[in-house]
């Protein structure tokens, strides 16, 4: 008996928050990953490909491809990470029983005599119907659906598919894998007697940000598929609930729909700007050109010994908040240890960041960058005199600390972090820039402009539109001879997002 266990696992149709809970923690726990060509590379753990943990294994299979790994290499490939003692997390789209051969490799473990899980998925047969705003069943019009694998063709001498059956059976039929047999199986369904005037989608890329729909009859599905260059991989619905699209689509209705948006927010900070423009409609693409980078931190401990000489407290960013409060716990202190100070933040995602560890801000300005927040300080009576404790980045620029040193203030500037610039995935931007599909490109820094710049090259930054997060980050574009297309109204990443979408 092995100690390893092999884990069939559905990655779903294609949006990464359609894998089920059970599926994401098995991929998150896995000692290797062995995943399909339909898989969304999102659902892979970040930077699993350079590090190596897990491992990660491609084996995806496409038709008539001579190089595709066989389904008993596959086979054997399991069964073989699993007698090295490893998790093996069998990643399939969809789900792995529905047309998806997981049956045959969980023989394979039982044969093997290896511990093995299945761990069903969403089928992309109900998912990108559903995305298409297409129910597979509907009370009055249809009671029944069946999933049918596209890829036995009917004109063949013998078929395990009863096509006259299904043409005269009133079921929601679903089709997967089928563009290449379409042709052959419209003609074996209207011979078998279903009406030339039955409606038919045939979806591609179901669930993804780059669905494409297209709606027919089943006489003019193919042609209408043809004229719209769809191509693999396809899910084909054939029934009367197809009419329902008309009142129920949803997805593509979504106000960024379709469009290919670039994130350049460090890995660390992209997350929450990435899942907005993706809940949107968006197909976001990360490319981050900076990366947080930790400085020596000896001289904020420094300042930790005699906090209390400090009247003021400042942040200007959600990074100075987070790696502060990381320096404080490491030298034994706690939020007690503000307890004398004021606190200012530069704009509502610092004090944000504040508030969850307990800290109200005193001053925050109505414009969310240093200069607001010199002027709102400037109102007070209590900053000329005082000493002030500024948290910042290494190269920010030196406008709150000058200011605040002309209004008769002590500032002690200390930085914490750097922006380094880091560019990962700048080969990939660089292809879809050079194919046309990249219709934005967001940033939220001037470093940010700056590190893209040397990523991509100055050429092909300055033929891309973008969306500032403001005015500083936007003299950086202009700078640069990028073209600020959109600039937020308040600096905020919300702010962004609301701006984007005013625009379309």
Not at 213 to 218: G, N, Q
Not at 330 to 356: F, M, N, Q, W, Y
Request: net charge negative; proline share 4%.
């Amino acid at each position: 008996m092995s100690a390893g266990k092999v884990f069939l696992v559905g990655a779903g149709p294609g949006d990464p928050g359609l894998i089920t809970v059970r599926g994401k923690n098995l991929v998150e726990s896995a000692d290797a990953i062995v995943y399909d060509a339909l898989v969304n590379p999102a659902i892979i753990p970040p930077h699993a490909k350079e590090t190596g943990i897990p491992e990660l294994y491609f084996v995806g299979k496409r038709g008539g491809d001579a190089k595709s790994v066989s389904q008993e290499e596959i086979n054997l490939l399991i069964v073989q990470l699993a007698r090295a003692g490893k998790r093996v997390v069998r990643l399939k789209g969809g789900d792995p029983l529905v047309f998806g051969r997981g049956s045959e490799e969980a023989q394979a473990c039982n044969d093997a005599i290896i511990d093995f899980e299945i761990v069903p998925g969403v089928t992309a047969g109900i998912a990108a119907a559903a995305y298409a705003g297409i129910p597979v069943t509907h009370r009055g019009l249809s009671s029944s659906v069946t999933f049918v694998t596209g890829s036995e063709d009917p004109a063949k001498a013998t078929t395990q598919t009863n096509w006259n059956a299904l043409a005269q059976s009133g079921s929601t039929i679903v089709l997967y894998m089928g563009m290449k047999t379409l042709p052959s199986i419209v003609s074996a369904l209207i011979a078998g007697g279903m009406s030339k005037d039955i409606p038919a989608a045939a979806i591609q890329w179901g669930t993804r940000a780059k669905q494409k729909t297209v709606v027919a009859t089943l006489e003019t599905i193919v042609e209408k598929a043809t004229e719209q260059s769809l191509s693999a991989p396809v899910i084909t619905v054939i029934g009367w609930s197809v009419v329902l699209r008309d009142e129920i689509a949803w997805f593509e209705k979504r106000p960024l729909f379709g469009k290919r948006i670039v994130v350049t927010r460090a890995t660390q900070q992209a997350s929450s700007l990435s899942e907005k423009l993706s809940e949107l409609g968006a197909e976001v693409i990360e490319m981050p050109a900076t990366r947080i980078d930790r400085v020596d931190g000896s001289p904020l401990h420094e300042s930790f010994e005699s906090l209390s000489k400090y009247l003021w407290l400042l942040f200007t960013s959600r990074n100075g908040v987070e790696l502060f409060w990381e320096n404080l716990f490491s030298s034994g202190r706690d939020a007690r240890s503000l307890s004398g100070l004021k606190i200012g933040a530069v704009g509502p995602a610092t004090a944000a960041a504040l508030l969850e560890r307990g800290i109200t801000v005193d001053v925050i300005p109505e414009r969310f960058v240093a200069e607001g927040l010199l002027a709102k300080l400037s109102e007070r009576d209590d900053v000329t005199g005082s000493r002030v404790l500024y948290v910042t980045a290494e190269g920010a620029r030196d406008v709150l600390p000058d200011g605040l040193r002309e209004l008769g203030a002590a500032v002690d500037a200390i930085a914490i972090y750097r922006s380094t610039p880091d560019g990962s995935g700048s080969a990939k931007l660089v292809q879809r820039i050079n194919a046309g599909e990249v219709d934005l490109v967001t940033f939220t820094s001037g470093s940010g402009v700056r590190a893209f710049v040397e990523a991509v090259g100055a050429e092909l930054a300055q033929g891309l539109r973008a969306a500032s997060i403001g005015p500083q980050t936007s003299e950086a574009l202009k700078d640069a001879g990028i073209e600020v297309a959109i600039e937020a109204k308040e600096s905020t990443i919300e702010g962004l997002v609301d701006a984007i979408v005013d625009a379309q």
